[in-house]
């Protein structure tokens, strides 16, 4: 890790995990909420602006040495599950990097003394790959991890915690019917030029998100 690598990885973190006082660990930040949700084009245009050139390093294997720093190894996951939906919004590209993230969080949950080290607002990140998975073993998981540290917040009196990751485990329930049902997300088929089947046209048309 030089400098250069450093300063990367602290502008991520610092952009995604706002404001610069938050602890990550015992409470919400309703300013990161709204980026993370509602930033509509202003994140995209400043992700896009900051970030792109990381996208083409990830792919040709050039961040790998990240994945040995704990910093390095959010930020990467963050890049490659999230700054990637915003880059290329509306297009298939958007899915590409999944694999990436999803290869490290299986790196991170296996070794549960580098998980632990993670604050529980940072494990979110470590935790929604799984669930833009359309797999349905990364589905359960990602249930049973958020249901943990839901759990583990209710007996440590830490109701936001608590609060935020059963909304966590919420979507993911409704996530997982889905893939359970289709096989897959109907809400991707049209960008990644796969036909939907009449079911998954009612499915959307009747107001299913995923």
């Known amino acids: 890790m030089d400098q250069k690598d450093n300063q990367v990885i602290k502008h991520i973190l610092d952009y995604w995990f ?24 202003e994140v995209d245009q400043y992700i896009i602006h900051n970030f792109s050139f990381l996208f083409d390093q990830i792919q040709n294997n050039q ?53 632990n080290a993670y604050k529980y607002f940072e494990r979110q990140f470590i935790i929604l790959p799984y669930m833009h998975s359309e797999n349905l073993q990364h589905q359960q998981k990602c249930l049973d991890l958020a249901e943990q540290v839901s759990q583990d917040a209710e ?19 409704a996530h997982m019917e889905a893939i359970v049902k289709f096989g897959r997300y109907p809400s991707r088929n049209k960008v990644l030029g796969r036909e939907s089947t009449q079911e998954e046209i009612d499915y959307i048309n009747n107001g299913g998100h995923w």
């Open 155 to 173: 007996k440590s009196n830490l109701p936001d915690v608590a609060k935020a990751f059963k909304q966590v485990v919420q979507y993911g329930k």
């Open 63 to 115: 961040l790998e040495h990240w994945k040995k720093d704990h910093n390095g190894r959010l930020a990467y996951i963050i890049a490659c599950d999230q700054f990637s939906r915003n880059a290329f919004r509306n297009s298939a590209k958007q899915y590409d990097y999944d694999k990436y993230a999803l290869a490290l969080c299986d790196e991170i949950t296996a070794n549960q003394e580098m998980y």
């Open 18 to 41: 706002i404001p610069s006082d938050w602890d990550r660990h015992t409470r919400t930040s309703p300013e990161a909420t709204k980026r993370y949700f509602q930033g509509g084009q």
